[in-house]
């Protein structure tokens, strides 16, 4: 082959690499390592690497709980695992984000360890108001903030260095489900929680031990992960948002929960106007949840959700949990869905885990 023809194929190679680059998207899944359909707790298995032969590249973890002081999350994961999860999948190059569902300060206790009643989806109005406030709920906030920073703190790597991480609080809040959401405050309260918050994780802080002052909680990511509108628009987006100085990475969570024209039409109408924005704004934006609840279509992986990450330059697009009783949003190993999501797996447009090592 003469020279000149090598470097052609290899300008074109690379010119397609870079293009499949541009738009190839990282594939991630809440609580992958911890449960999946027919098993729990058992060391190194995964149904997306048992679907697919690889992990995912991003894995999601979620807090709530943790500022209760339990032991384990809202979903019965040990907060111990949690961290030994969250280390492994960083010592394998992978990608880590966090969310926090964290319970209703103000009716929580009422009734403690109690769902819906008690939780975050026990969406009581005036909840964001009474932590602002000076009083009983604003200083039992504090005290929940203050583990949400001890377990973070405890996120370090083997070298004892903060293992970076994709925060996600106060997510979904153009909705009403939850009691940050958007007909439960404020834009300006809202604001203001989500730089409480933020404030408060990444103060400096001496340390009375070594007389050091230090970044509370580094290696964080902020992420704005408002929910699948299907009509959002710049204004509307902006109306709660808390601003390009403190979000690092805008979100999208959409969910398949109607018909699928609704889902593809509402998420490609959501994903223009937000990477128009990112790109504008020089912000990554990620599919921060995605799904459809027990996959009832199997072609729904490379038929549906894959032309979707095709055409938006996206970060990531994590699906939710794979629990039992219906609740899993992942490939499920040995079905037609896992043949399925093996298309999805081979496409240039999906990173996985080996991807990014
Ligand atoms: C929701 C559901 C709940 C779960 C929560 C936090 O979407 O999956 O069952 O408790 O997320 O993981």
Same mark, same amino acid.
């Given at each position: 082959?003469?020279?000149?023809?090598?470097?052609?194929?290899? #300008?074109?190679?690379?010119?397609?690499?870079?293009?499949?680059?541009?738009?190839? $998207?990282?594939?991630?899944?809440?609580?992958?390592?911890?449960?999946?359909?027919?098993?729990?707790?058992?060391?190194?298995?995964?149904? $997306?690497? @048992?679907?697919?032969?690889?992990?995912?590249?991003?894995?999601?973890?979620?807090?709530?709980?943790?500022?209760?002081?339990?032991?384990?999350?809202?979903?019965?994961?040990?907060?111990?695992?949690?961290?030994?999860?969250?280390?492994?999948?960083?010592?394998?190059?992978? /990608?880590?984000?966090?969310?926090?569902?964290?319970? *209703?300060?103000? %009716?929580?206790?009422?009734?403690? *360890?109690?769902?819906?009643?008690?939780?975050?989806?026990?969406?009581?109005?005036?909840? /964001?108001?009474?932590?602002?406030?000076?009083?009983?709920?604003?200083?039992?906030?504090?005290?929940?903030?203050?583990?949400? !920073?001890?377990?973070?703190?405890?996120?370090?790597?083997?070298?004892?260095?903060?293992?970076?991480?994709?925060?996600?609080?106060?997510?979904?809040?153009?909705?009403?489900?939850?009691?940050?959401?958007?007909?439960?405050? %404020?834009?300006?309260?809202?604001?203001?929680?989500?730089? #409480?918050?933020?404030?408060?994780?990444?103060?400096? !802080?001496?340390?009375?031990?070594?007389?050091?002052?230090?970044?509370?909680?580094?290696?964080?990511?902020?992420?704005?992960?408002?929910?699948?509108?299907?009509?959002?628009?710049?204004?509307?987006?902006?109306?709660?948002?808390?601003?390009?100085? !403190?979000?690092?990475?805008?979100?999208?969570?959409?969910?398949?929960?109607?018909?699928?024209?609704?889902?593809?039409?509402? %998420?490609?109408?959501?994903?223009?106007?937000?990477?128009?924005?990112?790109?504008?704004?020089?912000?990554?934006?990620?599919?921060?949840?995605?799904?459809?609840?027990?996959?009832?279509?199997?072609?729904?992986?490379?038929?549906?959700?894959?032309?979707?990450?095709?055409?938006?330059?996206?970060?990531?697009?994590?699906?939710?949990? *794979?629990? @039992? *009783?219906?609740?899993?949003?992942?490939? $499920?190993?040995?079905?037609?869905?896992?043949?399925?999501?093996?298309?999805?797996?081979?496409?240039?447009?999906?990173?996985?885990?080996?991807?990014?090592?």
């Amino acid at each position: 082959m003469s020279n000149v023809k090598f470097q052609i194929i290899f #300008l074109l190679a690379c010119t397609l690499c870079a293009c499949h680059q541009k738009n190839a $998207v990282m594939f991630g899944h809440q609580d992958d390592p911890f449960y999946g359909i027919g098993w729990a707790y058992e060391s190194g298995r995964s149904d $997306v690497l @048992e679907s697919c032969g690889d992990y995912p590249a991003v894995m999601g973890f979620d807090l709530g709980g943790i500022e209760m002081g339990d032991s384990k999350n809202l979903d019965s994961v040990p907060f111990d695992r949690i961290r030994e999860e969250i280390r492994n999948h960083h010592r394998r190059g992978g /990608v880590i984000t966090v969310s926090w569902h964290p319970r *209703n300060p103000v %009716t929580t206790l009422a009734h403690p *360890n109690t769902w819906p009643e008690g939780s975050a989806w026990d969406a009581t109005d005036g909840v /964001v108001t009474a932590i602002l406030a000076e009083g009983e709920t604003h200083d039992l906030f504090m005290t929940w903030l203050e583990r949400v !920073r001890m377990f973070l703190i405890s996120l370090t790597d083997d070298a004892g260095k903060p293992i970076p991480l994709i925060f996600r609080p106060w997510h979904e809040n153009n909705g009403a489900w939850f009691w940050w959401g958007n007909t439960h405050c %404020t834009p300006d309260e809202y604001r203001a929680l989500y730089t #409480l918050t933020q404030d408060y994780l990444t103060a400096k !802080r001496s340390n009375s031990d070594n007389g050091l002052t230090s970044n509370s909680v580094s290696g964080l990511s902020w992420s704005y992960s408002p929910n699948l509108d299907g009509a959002m628009t710049e204004d509307t987006f902006l109306q709660w948002y808390p601003g390009d100085e !403190r979000i690092d990475l805008i979100g999208l969570d959409a969910y398949q929960w109607g018909t699928e024209e609704d889902f593809v039409r509402q %998420t490609r109408a959501d994903l223009d106007m937000l990477c128009a924005f990112g790109a504008q704004h020089h912000k990554p934006v990620a599919l921060t949840e995605c799904g459809f609840r027990s996959v009832p279509d199997p072609t729904w992986w490379d038929r549906v959700l894959l032309p979707i990450l095709a055409d938006y330059p996206l970060y990531y697009a994590l699906v939710w949990r *794979n629990a @039992e *009783n219906g609740e899993h949003f992942g490939p $499920v190993p040995d079905t037609e869905s896992a043949e399925h999501f093996r298309n999805f797996y081979n496409s240039p447009y999906t990173l996985f885990l080996h991807d990014i090592q």
